[in-house]
């Protein structure tokens, strides 16, 4: 059985793994990109998992993404091509990010953080600006710390 994938890109920052959403052209690689190297620059782990399709399964009340065979290591760079880049090959999801119009944003949102359920788990998730890397980066920064008050800042 194949195993079900989304339309989206996955990375691990720290010890946390993100499920980056969003439509074709929104800025979901660059966004990747961007979070990757901010957790490098703070000499924490950034690594892709999967760009543009991820494999997701829930596994013990986690959802685990890994990429498909035919991407590993791989990832787009718009106006370059592809590239070969390290990659973990399994990660558990524990956030989600949404990337959105910036106008389709809340600018004060009830709770910035929602649960979303995806393959029949529940996992935090996010509404970022698409193609606004520097606010998006924020917004996920400010995410983690809210969901991992003791842990240090990945990004």
Same mark, same amino acid.
């Given at each position: 059985m194949t195993r079900p994938a989304v339309h989206a890109n996955c990375l691990v920052l720290g010890t946390c793994g993100v499920l980056i959403r969003g439509g074709a052209g929104c800025g979901k690689s660059s966004f990747c990109d961007t979070l990757i190297e901010a957790a490098? #620059?703070?000499?924490?782990?950034? !690594?892709?998992? #999967?760009?543009?399709?991820?494999?997701?399964? =829930?596994?013990?009340? $986690?959802?685990? #993404?890994? +990429? +498909?065979?035919?991407?590993?290591?791989?990832?787009?760079?718009?106006g370059f091509g592809l590239?070969?880049?390290?990659?973990? =090959?399994? #990660?558990?999801?524990?956030?989600?990010?949404?990337?959105? =119009?910036?106008? !389709?944003?809340? $600018?004060? =949102?009830?709770?910035?953080?929602?649960?979303?359920?995806?393959?029949?788990?529940?996992v935090p998730a996010l509404s970022c600006p698409a193609d606004r890397p520097d606010v998006s980066l924020r917004l996920v920064r400010w995410a983690l710390r809210g969901l991992l008050p003791d842990a240090p800042d990945y990004i």
């Open positions: 490098l #620059a703070k000499g924490n782990l950034g !690594r892709l998992v #999967a760009d543009d399709y991820v494999h997701v399964v =829930p596994e013990d009340g $986690r959802l685990l #993404a890994s +990429p +498909p065979d035919t991407i590993l290591g791989k990832m787009e760079i718009r590239v070969d880049t390290q990659y973990t =090959p399994r #990660a558990r999801i524990d956030l989600i990010v949404d990337l959105l =119009p910036m106008e !389709r944003l809340e $600018r004060l =949102p009830e709770a910035a953080i929602v649960s979303m359920c995806l393959e029949g788990v529940d």
